[in-house]
């Protein structure tokens, strides 16, 4: 069966410090990935999609930067963190051979941006 | 770009009462979906929607895919302390293309 793990769980960073959330898959294969972010009681907003290494389609021009180096791997960063960049940040996975995109979500990192 | 309302924001419901929430979309739709979210937890999927006129159950959640290819519902039926959480329904316009997500509903149950 499939997982996602995302870690860490929780952080908490100083304004205008590094960021790397990462994500990994397990039990599929060529996944699309996503990143989302969720402000406190608002809804998902989509940050980033990869379809395959390498490739990153960007939703939101921010001060936010997504890589996916390995096939079952994305990550998050910013080189700068910015107040507003405080939230919940989801990572989802789905398949790529269906025509079907239901997405599955991991736990989710709490981000506080002091 | 493409929108979701999602309707109700929240709701207040006493234990055992039925639940219904939808979603209305501009644009036509392929697939709608359907996912809960308890807090600090991440969104799961509870029900997924290929065709027009679709219902589908999933125990005490019904769901239907919309005529007009634009709008969804959800029902839960007679309602337990462990349904609170935030509803969203989602919607994918064509095959590898992002899904859309509506602003959820927020389920309180009073038991």
């Known amino acids: 069966s499939q997982t996602i793990h995302q870690w860490p769980a929780t952080l908490v960073q100083p304004v205008g410090s590094p960021l790397s959330l990462e994500c990994t898959v397990e039990g599929t294969s060529n996944p699309n990935l996503y990143w989302y972010r969720q402000a406190a009681g608002r809804g998902l907003q989509l940050l980033f999609y990869s379809v395959g290494i390498g490739q990153i389609s960007s939703e939101v021009p921010q001060n936010l930067s997504a890589s996916r180096p390995q096939d079952r791997q994305f990550i998050l960063s910013s080189k700068k963190l910015l107040l507003s960049d405080s939230g919940f940040y989801l990572c989802?996975?789905?398949?790529?051979?269906?025509?079907?995109?239901?997405?599955?979500f991991g736990p989710g990192t709490r981000l506080t941006v002091l | 770009g493409q929108q979701l309302n999602q309707s109700p924001q929240s709701m207040f419901i006493q234990e055992g009462e039925d639940v219904s929430m939808n979603c209305t979309s501009s644009s036509i739709f392929n697939t709608w979906l359907w996912y809960k979210q308890d807090p600090g937890e991440g969104p799961v999927l509870l029900i997924a929607?290929?065709?027009?006129?679709e219902l589908t159950s999933n125990g005490r959640l019904t769901a239907q895919f919309g005529i007009t290819r634009k709008d969804s519902f959800l029902n839960i039926s007679a309602s337990i302390p462990s349904d609170v959480g935030i509803y969203f329904c989602?919607?994918?316009?064509?095959?590898?293309?992002?899904?859309?997500f509506g602003k959820g509903t927020r389920l309180s149950v009073i038991a």
């Open positions: 989602a919607g994918q316009y064509g095959s590898n293309t992002p899904l859309v």
């Open positions: 989802a996975w789905s398949t790529s051979s269906s025509s079907y995109n239901e997405q599955f």
């Open positions: 929607l290929y065709k027009a006129g």
